[in-house]
């Protein structure tokens, strides 16, 4: 497709357990963006990958979440000890990029989300 | 630091009449602008953008947004309500300049259409 594609769309956990999110951006972006949004609220900014580096990880909320992005395409971000907490829905974007040539605005294109539920 | 308010939580307007979104920013130097809308159950989904240029932005499903330095806004506005715009919208800030900055987003604010 052609769209920014996550998986899986739901995942429910126990307290505790370890969970990888994906995903996939749109052909040739080079910036990827990861967000946590809870019911009714905006996104919250987390990580922000400008090719294989992360650029900016600064809302990353402890040491239990990490994300890679190894051949700066695909992105994968990890919860480690899961906590109730957690539960949200997890938003990744992409966008062409985010340099400050004024026709790359950094446009994001959102996937649907992966839910995240921890029992 | 870059920030973003939407003061109102719910905007409530008659199907037919003009409505307003609220946004202010603060961000370093000159902004890029963004309005995005989401649906029940759907992603978030690009309304307009203001770079520069022109103060008003014309974007998707007839809205368009004004750009005001002076007052550091950008408020959503649409000129005749739809029911079907019945939503929750969200303004995001950058800035302009940078070449590695982040987009932050508002709180949002839920646009109820009533018939």
């Known amino acids: 497709g052609a769209g920014v594609s996550q998986t899986p769309s739901n995942k429910v956990t126990e307290k505790g357990k370890y969970v990888e999110l994906r995903c996939d951006p749109i052909?040739?972006?080079?910036?990827l963006y990861w967000y946590r949004q809870s019911l009714g609220q905006g996104p919250e900014f987390l990580i922000y990958?400008?090719?294989?580096?992360?650029?900016?990880d600064s809302g990353l909320p402890n040491d239990r979440f990490f994300a890679v992005r190894p051949e700066g395409s695909v992105s994968t971000l990890k919860i480690q000890r899961t906590e109730r907490g957690d539960s949200a829905m997890y938003l990744c974007?992409?966008?062409?990029?985010?340099?400050?040539?004024?026709?790359?605005?950094?446009?994001?294109?959102f996937g649907e989300g992966s839910r995240l539920t921890v029992l | 630091a870059q920030s973003v308010a939407q003061p109102e939580d719910q905007v409530n307007v008659a199907e037919g009449n003009p409505l307003t979104v609220k946004c202010t920013y603060s961000?370093?130097?000159?902004?890029?602008l963004f309005w995005y809308v989401q649906y029940p159950n759907r992603g978030l989904q690009f309304l307009l953008k203001?770079?520069?240029?022109?103060?008003l932005v014309k974007g998707s499903y007839g809205f368009e947004a004004e750009f005001n330095k002076s007052q550091t806004s950008f408020h959503l506005k649409k000129p005749s309500a739809l029911v079907s715009d019945s939503a929750l919208y969200f303004c995001?800030?950058?800035?302009?300049?940078?070449?590695?900055?982040?987009?932050?987003f508002g709180s949002g604010t839920r646009l109820s259409i009533r018939p």
């Open positions: 974007a992409s966008s062409s990029t985010q340099g400050g040539d004024s026709t790359n605005t950094g446009e994001l294109f």
């Open positions: 052909s040739g972006h080079t910036a």
């Open positions: 990958f400008q090719g294989t580096g992360a650029a900016d």
């Open positions: 961000v370093s130097g000159n902004p890029y």
């Open positions: 203001y770079i520069t240029g022109d103060n």
């Open positions: 995001a800030v950058r800035p302009g300049y940078s070449s590695a900055s982040k987009i932050i």
